[in-house]
């Protein structure tokens, strides 16, 4: 027996062990063939640290993320000191005093977010460092020994998955352009296969946390390496393929894709990146959440959402929370919080917070830049041991036998058909796997229905009405009505190359508050740019406009069509002089259309 077969062997020993839970189509099955729904925490922080969570980053020069913290460790106090102060931070930011806490909340399964760096050195690739498992293992014991099963989640890969700190190192986004590293890291999820193929305490592996820095097609390669690699010595164990930030279905479905028992992956954070904090937006993302439903059951897949949290509450606080970990129940569908512990400078749990504990007394931020080493390791060592400030009202909200009343508003029930007009002259296109969206034509008026889930970053998916011009011109409308399905739903007026998703294009839009934005794309998925004029002009009295001349691209407003300001201008070499130029009408989700008149729709050469 090889060295590292007895120390499988041994740890396969150890290790209490969970009642096998097996995928079968959209669930996870007990050995009496009952459902279960995993329903949890992420382990956030513990394994790859996120200095907010510290509140670190209210020091003056606060360092950016982990990479940064540890080398900063090694330069001041050296190579072994700084090993041995994050062996240190690891025993201690969680112990054995946190697991009964998470299984006292109802829950049954954590999100373990991993730093590859744990497992594999830079400068020694494709080898295990000896001691490689020994957290990852701590933690699936810890666990499991409070009846808790373990999702492995790769949140920081080899190269960066996105630019964040949250990938372990903050700048790289490397993953999706140097080659090396999507192998690496399918040959590292081979080795955790491997370990814990036959271990049903880990009930799933998440190949790639947040793969928002890539394309549709390269993160949908990148999960096929790790999907082939892992099968090679794991036939059975459910793999999660996390989606964009806009959705998963670009990954096409499993039986499409020959792969067994894969899941998809979503995170939401509704009123917190990118839309209102409101009641209103909490009940149109419950409205949202049957839509992708619609995807989940087409998929016929396990679904997890990885990360939610509501953290405000003047919007719902505990009791929303509630409300979401029971609409995913009802869907089917596992959920995993963000996160488990968080501190923060006054102590206590707040209305508004991130955790389910934190330091119940005041923790003024320390600075790795500055403390002293006695500093650290004091700080460190207390986190077993400081008191705990729990989140009190969410515990009573999960485990309360009747879940405690929301207030939101009622919401329209989501227009997902419409009319499918048509208009002289023009065609409809549904971009990058827009719903099949609607045209009618009334008294002059174009209304144009669309769905998608945006137009930005490097691919679109809306609905476009077009016409083809070669050479200059220019396009004009009035904008009479925006409906309002999201925060970003966009009317506005385009050029675009092609009708490709990743197409290069000029677009001049509107929110439906009336904010107007102009965007561009230079180049076959290249990713967008913008302009903000800070200006706003609402329906009836938004009169838009787009020209072109040669290859510079203008885009003008008017409140009254007649008086026009220029808002951007941008040269776009090598844009073809054969172009699709006409309105766009986008929902910005994709589970229903959104409703956008034009008036007095107009080219010009």
């Known amino acids: 027996m090889t060295l590292l077969s007895a120390a499988l062997a041994m740890f396969a020993i150890s290790q209490p062990t969970l009642p096998p839970l097996t995928p079968k189509d959209r669930q996870l099955l007990d050995p009496q063939g009952k459902p279960v729904i995993l329903k949890g925490v992420n382990l956030g922080n513990w394994l790859l640290i996120e200095p907010w969570m510290l509140n670190w980053t209210d020091v003056k020069d606060p360092l950016p993320d982990q990479y940064e913290i540890e080398r900063t460790l090694a330069e001041r106090f050296g190579e072994d000191e700084r090993q041995r102060l994050m062996e240190l931070y690891r025993t201690h930011w969680i112990s054995e005093r946190d697991f009964p806490i998470i299984k006292s909340f109802g829950f049954n399964v954590v999100r373990l977010p991993i730093n590859y760096r744990l497992l594999e050195d830079d400068n020694n690739p494709y080898v295990l460092k000896p001691d490689a498992f020994k957290w990852l293992d701590h933690a699936v014991e810890l666990a499991a020994k409070n009846g808790i ?41 081979s080795k955790i296969a491997a370990r814990y193929k036959d271990s049903p305490n880990v009930v799933a592996y998440d190949t790639l946390n947040e793969p928002y820095g890539g394309t549709y097609p390269k993160i949908k390669e990148i999960f096929e390496m790790c999907y082939q690699s892992i099968r090679k010595v794991d036939p059975d164990k459910l793999i999660f393929a996390h989606g964009f930030y806009d959705g998963f279905t670009f990954f096409s479905t499993p039986k499409e894709n020959n792969w067994h028992n894969v899941g998809f992956q979503m995170h939401y954070y509704p009123g917190l990146f990118g839309s209102e904090p409101s009641a209103l937006t909490h009940a149109k993302h419950l409205n949202f959440l049957d839509g992708v439903q619609l995807d989940v059951k087409r998929f016929n897949a396990n679904f997890l959402i990885g990360e939610m949290n509501v953290v405000l509450g003047s919007v719902g606080g505990a009791p929303l929370m509630r409300r979401y970990y029971d609409k995913h129940a009802d869907l089917g569908w596992h959920t995993t919080m963000w996160s488990y512990k968080v501190h923060q400078a006054a102590g206590g749990i707040g209305p508004d917070t991130w955790g389910m504990v934190g330091n119940k007394n005041p923790l003024p931020p320390l600075s790795i830049r500055t403390a002293s080493k006695e500093e650290i390791e004091s700080l460190f060592k207390s986190f077993s041991t400081m008191p705990y400030a729990i989140n009190e009202p969410l515990r009573s909200a999960l485990t309360a036998k009747i879940p405690p009343l929301v207030d939101l508003p009622k919401i329209p029930e989501p227009r997902r058909t419409a009319p499918q007009g048509t208009l002289n002259g023009w065609k409809a296109t549904d971009i990058g796997g827009s719903l099949k969206g609607g045209l009618e034509v009334k008294n ?90 800070k200006l706003t002009l609402t329906p009836p009295k938004l009169f838009v406009q787009v020209s072109r001349t040669g290859d510079l691209f203008t885009a003008k407003v008017s409140n009254d069509g007649k008086n026009w300001k220029t808002l951007h201008q941008v040269a776009i070499p090598g844009f073809p002089k054969q172009s699709l130029v006409g309105p766009v009408s986008l929902s910005h989700d994709n589970y229903q259309l959104a409703k956008i008149t034009y008036r007095s729709l107009k080219i010009t050469k």
Not at 151 to 180: C, F, V, Y
């Open 149 to 189: 099963y373990t999702i492995l989640d790769m949140h920081g890969a080899q190269g960066g998955q996105t630019p964040n700190d949250h990938t372990g190192r903050s700048g790289q986004n490397k993953i999706w352009s140097e080659p090396e590293n999507p192998k690496r890291l399918a040959w590292l999820w």
């Open 444 to 533: 002059g008026d174009v209304i144009l229905y669309g769905g998608g889930n945006d137009i930005w970053a490097t691919q679109d998916s809306f609905r476009f009405l077009h016409q083809t011009i070669t050479g200059n011109f220019t396009l004009t409308a009035q904008i009479t009505s925006i409906e309002s399905i999201e925060t970003y739903t966009k009317a506005g007026l385009m050029v675009r190359a092609n009708t490709e998703n990743e197409s290069p294009h000029f677009l001049l839009s509107s929110f439906p508050t009336g904010e107007l934005q102009v965007a561009w794309r230079t180049g076959k998925a290249t990713n967008t740019e913008s302009h903000d004029p």
